[in-house]
């Protein structure tokens, strides 16, 4: 069994699951650094030091999930927190302005074919990941799961007509987020009774290659909140939405 808590941080080769990760291994963790291409995994691991590890993961494919579970427990024996990082917010080229990613997105013209993609790693992949990883999850004494989420799926505030960012709830990236928030809430319901605190969060807008650096915010803010519910802390809640500030409405 090793001895430090273990974190497992999926999409965390860049952005802000590359800073969770540098956060999470400063507090003492061992942090797997989660990547599709395990040599960028290898890069970011490297880059961030003592206490993270590469591993190999690609949230939409099934046989990777299980090799990683199967790894963490093989050679590790524990994992205390999961961040469900990893997102898309089209299937689109890469570059494309955050405009005419809302525009294609728009429910009178969105590409199923788009939305399934999206929903594959939003949606599914965290379905699938927690579930590869919960029975190791449940051997840990104060468990944590952290889904990144974005404001951007709160139903509440897009019905908002004062809202000035609603125009961009779509059918692709913003619902993927609702239906995000409510598997959230659904694995905590579940899991309350076992001490494994589950929550959605919003990071905020980033600037990062999800929004081809648009956003307004850096990924050291963005990842305060996520690490801090991460923290094997007591008194962290389960079942909530929120960011560094308060509480969202789903």
């Not at 990613?101 to 790693?121: D, I």
């Not at 989420?149 to 125009?167: K, P, V």
């Not at 579940?190 to 905020?204: D, F, M, Q, R, W």
Request: net charge neutral; proline share 4%; glycine share 10%.
């Amino acid at each position: 069994m090793h001895k430090k808590p273990v974190a497992l941080v999926t999409g965390a080769n860049k952005g802000i699951g590359f800073q969770i990760s540098k956060d999470l291994a400063r507090h003492g963790f061992t942090v797997l650094v989660g990547s599709r291409n395990l040599d960028k995994g290898k890069e970011a691991a490297i880059s961030i030091g003592e206490g993270a590890l590469a591993i190999q993961l690609d949230v939409t494919d099934q046989h990777s999930i299980d090799a990683a579970a199967e790894r963490i427990r093989s050679e590790l024996g524990r994992l205390d927190v999961l961040i469900n990082n990893a997102g898309i917010s089209h299937a689109g080229e890469i570059g494309r302005k955050l405009e005419e990613v809302g525009k294609s997105g728009r429910p009178s013209v969105a590409s199923l074919e788009e939305v399934r993609t999206v929903f594959e790693t939003n949606v599914f992949g965290v379905i699938a990941v927690t579930q590869a990883m919960l029975p190791l999850l449940r051997r840990a004494p104060a468990a944590r799961i952290v889904n990144v989420s974005s404001g951007a799926g709160s139903l509440a505030l897009s019905a908002d007509s004062r809202n000035t960012h609603r125009e961009m709830f779509g059918a692709v990236y913003s619902p993927s987020k609702t239906a995000l928030n409510a598997i959230t809430l659904a694995f905590a319901i579940e899991l309350e009774s076992t001490g494994i605190k589950v929550n959605a969060v919003c990071p905020g807008f980033t600037a990062t290659d999800l929004n081809n650096f648009e956003g307004t915010g850096t990924v050291q803010q963005a990842a305060r909140h996520p690490v801090k519910l991460a923290l094997l802390d007591e008194n962290v809640p389960t079942g909530t939405f929120s960011n560094e500030r308060r509480q969202l409405p789903w």
